[in-house]
């Protein structure tokens, strides 16, 4: 669910809102959560998805279909940063076991956030 709260975040509220609950929301939980040693990372890779997601979004405002675009780029940022990361630290064979688990995620984010998002937008009046 972390990566749909980032997209409900970013697509409707913002890069700036998107990028800090993304990177610190989700460093935190990887600190909280026993996974520390990935937090740096976390920070990083999913702070640019939130930031990048919502930059684009911020240019769907009057088109709403552009969210789809918004959170493509965004959620694929994260598999691919993930992906990366995981082949430096682990080697290809294990990044590519992961990836499955890093799309399903970007799914959810999808298919939760930008509903959620366009809901948060017209009960909040964001603009």
């Known amino acids: 669910m972390g990566d749909a709260l980032i997209m409900v975040a970013a697509l ?3 890069p700036v809102v998107g990028g800090f609950a993304g990177g610190v929301g989700s460093a935190l939980a990887d600190v909280l959560g026993g996974w520390a040693h ?3 990372f976390t920070l990083v890779i999913k702070g640019v998805e939130g930031l990048l997601a ?3 979004a911020k240019k769907a405002s009057s088109k709403p279909y552009l969210l789809i675009p918004a959170w493509v780029v965004g959620c694929g940022e994260m598999v691919l940063g993930y992906f990366i990361v995981e082949t430096a ?3 290809l064979g294990a990044a590519l076991v992961e990836l499955p688990g890093n799309l ?3 799914a959810i984010g999808g298919i939760v956030g930008i509903p959620v998002s366009r809901l948060v937008k017209r009960v909040v009046k964001v603009e």
Do not use: D, I, N, T
Request: charged share 0%; no cysteine.
């Open 12 to 14: 409707s509220l913002g």
């Open 38 to 40: 990935w937090a740096p």
């Open 54 to 56: 919502g930059l684009l």
């Open 89 to 91: 630290l682990y080697g």
């Open 104 to 106: 399903f995620q970007m």
